[in-house]
């Protein structure tokens, strides 16, 4: 019997140590993608901020554990919503006029995800920034449709005016509300051949940082 207990203390001493090295190595490996996480965000912010390879641009890293773990201890969701909102806005080239329905489609998709990260985010400098994207892609759609352009020029007003209410320093908001209404004022006038005036969008990269849940 008291060679049975022995041994049976034994192994469970076994077991322990064991445990205690597979928790160690998951420690080190979840220390391991930590570091993978925010090597590739800032890796990905210079890329994209850079305004290049746009199609390229991306934050999700190779890491050792399920990528799910290392992104909810970092809480770094809100942060790749985010970012995936802006780059999906730069995607859909908002500088090109509407030739085909594929660029419909492509434009509706990008204002759709913007609304949608832009309701969701609870970060106030990320959400203003997401309306001004949103507000651009409206004067964008008054300028394709002039049986609606009023209707699109007045909901772009409401998303740069929501922009200012949420982070009332954010320059490009006050710029692109004041242009908004000067064009509604002038029943859509404001450019060579009475179009509407083009608003001005920020650069690709920018506010592509951010201060929110994650780093």
């Not at 993978?36 to 991306?58: I, P, Q, Y």
């Not at 690709?204 to 994650?214: C, R």
């Amino acid at each position: 019997m008291r060679a049975f207990l022995h041994e049976r203390r034994s192994a469970l001493a076994a077991a322990a140590v064991l445990l205690l090295l597979v928790a160690s190595l998951g420690l080190l490996a979840l220390a391991a993608d930590v570091l993978e996480w925010e090597s590739e965000v800032d890796r990905g912010d210079a890329v994209f901020g850079a305004g290049a390879a746009l199609d390229g641009a991306g934050w999700e890293p190779e890491t050792i554990l399920p990528a799910g773990a290392s992104r909810a201890l970092l809480a770094v969701g809100d942060d790749l919503e985010y970012r995936s909102a802006v780059r999906r806005f730069w995607l859909s080239r908002p500088r090109q006029p509407i030739r085909e329905f594929e660029d419909v489609t492509r434009r509706t998709g990008a204002e759709r995800q913007v609304a949608r990260v832009g309701e969701a985010d609870e970060n106030p400098g990320r959400r203003a920034r997401l309306s001004v994207l949103r507000g651009a892609l409206l004067l964008e759609e008054a300028r394709n449709s002039p049986v609606q352009r009023d209707v699109f020029v007045r909901r772009a007003i409401e998303q740069f005016t929501r922009a200012v209410t949420l982070d009332p320093d954010n320059q490009e908001a006050l710029y692109n509300l004041e242009l908004a209404l000067r064009v509604l004022r002038s029943g859509g006038s404001g450019g060579e051949g009475g179009s509407t005036s083009r608003s001005p969008l920020p650069a690709p990269g920018a506010g592509s940082a951010t201060s929110g849940g994650g780093f």
